[in-house]
């Protein structure tokens, strides 16, 4: 795998090697070994989702309460998708920014969003279907988003499209706004739990 670190610090970007002959094509979407080489620690394996979109819908910016969010490794399985992380972890010498990935079944890449960080995509064709892992299971209420067409983030969503959200992305709050009442995490307490992750991941290593 080739792996990159995003603009946005504690998100990559594995793009596989494809192994193709006459009778199709093999590659290893995801490697936990590689993962935890750069993230520091492994990937607990919680919940695995699956989405199917039509071409302009619109899902994000979601993100999670730190401890102990959320984590993903997301994939694109059919079609294409425009995929963005955003930092919204308060304090962060990267808040507010964001990085953009192009998400298809041609190079099969997968990207992985640390815990505390904001996540978007927009589905680019009909039928895009998304397979994400994810660290700990969906919990309704520490769930929380921010609104993807917020102009102050300028997301780089295609002008060609029209935006299509459920009622809860529609209704989210705007960057500023989350930040005010203090819905966001912190960038912090995200180091913090980062460095537990590792810690832990260190100590169940050395029992092996």
């Known amino acids: 795998m080739e792996i990159s670190e995003l ?19 093999f590659l290893e979407w995801f490697r936990s070994d590689a993962l935890a080489e750069v993230v520091g620690h492994p990937l607990t394996l919680s919940q695995a989702n699956h989405s199917v979109s039509r071409a302009g819908t619109l899902r994000g910016v979601h993100y999670a309460q730190v401890p102990p969010s959320q984590a993903k490794y997301v994939t694109c399985v059919r079609g294409r998708v425009l995929d963005c992380v955003v930092d919204i972890r308060t304090g962060s010498p990267t808040f507010g920014t964001f990085a953009a990935v192009l ?22 064709t009909d039928d895009a279907a998304i397979s994400y892992l994810c660290s700990t299971p969906y919990t309704p209420g520490r ?24 009622e809860k992305d529609a209704a989210a709050p705007s960057l500023k706004e989350a930040e005010s009442a203090g819905l966001l995490p912190t960038y912090r307490d995200c180091r913090a739990f980062y460095d537990e992750l590792r810690a832990a991941g260190a100590m169940a290593g050395g029992s092996r």
Not at 108 to 118: D, I
């Open 7 to 25: 603009s946005v610090p504690d998100a990559w970007v594995f793009t596989p090697r494809q192994h193709s002959d006459s009778r199709g094509t």
């Open 103 to 124: 998400l298809d079944d041609v190079d099969r890449r997968g990207l992985y969003v640390s815990e505390g960080l904001g996540h978007a995509f927009m589905a680019l």
């Open 143 to 166: 769930e929380h988003g921010v609104d993807p067409l917020d102009p102050d983030l300028a997301l780089p969503w295609p002008d060609d499209l029209t935006p299509l959200l459920s």
